[in-house]
């Protein structure tokens, strides 16, 4: 639990920066085994064995993505449209209880999807393939602990001289001349549209983590955001020009028009891909459905998992309805939509390790937008008690996939999950508000880009509003950028395997929109020094390159909340 308050501001962190997170399963697990190790050198302590870090695996991995109940998207964007800001208590409650409804579907999906069917959910395999590796002591398990420590140091270090020294990322003193649409002309720089090198090495690591097709695609959507659409909208008079002296000002006027046909690219492509795998999903139960059944594991009792069924209704309910006044009808709706989205997240995640909370998300808002239409927050919370649930079930399910190849006892891990949800709330809840205090000022911005915010706000104030909430232009882009995200969604999924990596992806196309230029070009710098690396040293990169990644990201996520809050402070 200590190890998982402690992560949890990470996600916290990257979430509201650039909209991912993290899984902290490898990390925690390192960071267990380090703690144990040493306590058993010095002290007299009981063996930390693989099922022991597997339990703490599991409740840190679980505190650590509690960002997915809503921190990153629904509760910023409810705050950006309505003004309702929630107090720590009201807050962390939220959290738990809409977590509480994935662990509950998790619980009861697990002899289907597991036993039964056997689905590979490829981040369990490869949490216990590495702790398996630590476990087995010598050079290896300490190599990889050092290099974890020496590469979250140096991050961590980095990002406190960048906050001490105040410093901007450093842009190329280019400069071109932009006829307005009332005929003046203005100078904008390179700067101004954010084509800079940032010193800052989160989105290196997420770049490594992510591979080189996310990381050229990246840099594509912030070339033809960021270089080509925004000064159309600024020669048209779609968006407005920031102050001439002020470079980061400009990201907020100029994101407000991209956010538009970036949101569109995510939202299509990952409804098309859903649909694709969705389609995928049921042709492959219908090849398997004569197939010999597995002995179910009774481990998990049957009439505890429906106990925890009715409470977590009960609960999500009486969360929703006190907290945001949604109907008692609705609410009930939500949390029913949530148990069967929340089945479709973890299939998609068992067989892809993709777990599509966006997309299932979006299926919600579009439900509300016609059950209560014009009910902003109605659309918004309903839509996060979907993608809560879905992402702390796909997080449960990929850990009780380690915990069966290590032969853990599932009902351990879920207790653990429960633990670790219970101090994700707590953590999160605390490091959001003191990190964004006002989020009508501070989101959305060149600091706190929160690009999942801007998704979900936009599709929100179209159900809500109607389409005249948008700004001028942004239709014709709208549309192009649905075509493009059907038709690339549609060749990632059919094209050959030789030549699936070289399509790119639609969402991160549109991430590239509505993030700052500098953050896709540090993200793409980090994919093609780790596909470089790769390619040299095959064998060193298998071993190394994901615990590199760790470091930068969560050394630079911890000192970037604790520079934060000694601001808040000063």
Known sequence: MVIGAVLTPCNVYSGLKIGWTFNMSVAAGLIGFAFWAAAQRFGSTPTWGLRENNINQTAASASASIISAGLAAPIPALALLTGQTLSFAVLAIWLLVVSLLGIVVAAGLRNQLLVREYLPFPAGIVTAETMGEIHKGGQEAHARLRLLSLTAGLSAALKFLVIRLDTSPLAPGIKTTVAGANGKTFSVSAANLGFALDPSVLMVGFGAIAGLRIGISMLIGAILGWGILAPLALSHGWAQPGPPNEEAAWFAPLVEWLLWPGATLMVTASLSTFAISLTRMVLLRRERRNATLVPIDKSIDTRALLVAFAVALAMSVAAQHAIFSIGIVEAITA????????????????????????????????????????????????????????????????????????GATPSFQIVAQVFGVLTGSLAAAITYLLLIPDPQTQLMTAEWPAPAVATWKAVAEVLGQGLETMPPGAMPAIAAAAIIGVLLALAEAFVPDPWQRAVPSASAIGLGFVIPAWNAISLFIGAAAAALVVRVFPAWAKRRVVVVAAGLIVGESLAGVAGSLGGLFR
Request: hydrophobic share 50%.
């Open 335 to 406: 949390v029913l939509l949530s148990y069967v989205l929340a089945i479709v997240a973890a299939r998609v995640s068992g067989e892809t390790a993709i777990t599509p909370i966006g997309a299932l998300g979006k299926i919600t808002q579009l439900t509300f937008g016609a059950i209560s239409p014009g009910n902003v927050t109605t659309n918004l919370m309903a839509a996060n008690v979907t993608g809560g649930a879905a992402g702390q079930c796909a997080d449960l399910m990929h850990d009780l996939r380690t915990g069966q190849i290590i």
